[in-house]
Nanobody
Framework: QVQLVESGGGLVQAGGSLRLSCTPS????????MGWFRQAPGKGREFVAA??????TNYADSVQGRFTISRDNAKTVYLQMNSLKPEDTAIYYCAADLHYNRDYAAMARSPEYDYWGQGTQVTVSS
């Protein structure tokens, strides 16, 4: 079992920045790809960014150039969000995939992930 805890959400004005963190616990040695997804009110869950153990990254077009995903040796994953827009408002979820060397396209597919956090709210005011 793997548990994921997100933190760092909050309220920010458009153009501002936030940094989200996702700290895993439990069988962390089994984690390979870590990802961030988000769900806005009335919408489905969408991919934001992901990073593999070899540090290969994948970003949604909507956040490319504004968001940066990273991970440290303790497998905590970060999402640095700059130039935030009101349309970035959503609950942000961290996810962990135990499958080794997931291919680039699969990194963006939510069904590929095995464990999910409870989410953290990000609200961007205009």
């Amino acid at each position: 079992q793997v548990q994921l805890v997100e933190s760092g959400g909050g309220l920010v004005q458009a153009g501002g920045s936030l940094r989200l963190s996702c700290t895993p616990s439990g069988r962390t040695f089994s984690i390979n790809t870590m990802g961030w997804f988000r769900q806005a009110p009335g919408k489905g869950r969408e991919f934001v960014a992901a990073i593999r153990t070899d540090f290969r990254t994948n970003y949604a077009d909507s956040v490319q150039g504004r968001f940066t995903i990273s991970r440290d040796n303790a497998k905590t994953v970060y999402l640095q969000m700059n130039s935030l827009k009101p349309e970035d408002t959503a609950i942000y979820y961290c996810a962990a995939d135990l499958h080794y060397n997931r291919d680039y396209a699969a990194m963006a597919r939510s069904p590929e992930y095995d464990y999910w956090g409870q989410g953290t709210q990000v609200t961007v005011s205009s």
